[in-house]
């Protein structure tokens, strides 16, 4: 058998349990992303204000 990656067996409980050398976690924080979306949600609220303006 063949694994392709850097996983390895261990046994627990009776039960072969395949682990990662690595943990994985479910997210990861990226700081720069606060600020896009921070940029991009006040540029809509100024595209409406100025469109809203525009037609009133």
Known sequence: MVQDSDDH???EHGEVVV???TEERQAVEVKPMRYVLGIG???VIIG???SYMSFT
């Open 19 to 21: 682990k990662a050398n």
């Open 9 to 11: 067996r261990v046994v």
């Open 48 to 50: 409406f204000a100025i």
């Open 41 to 43: 949600l006040a540029l």
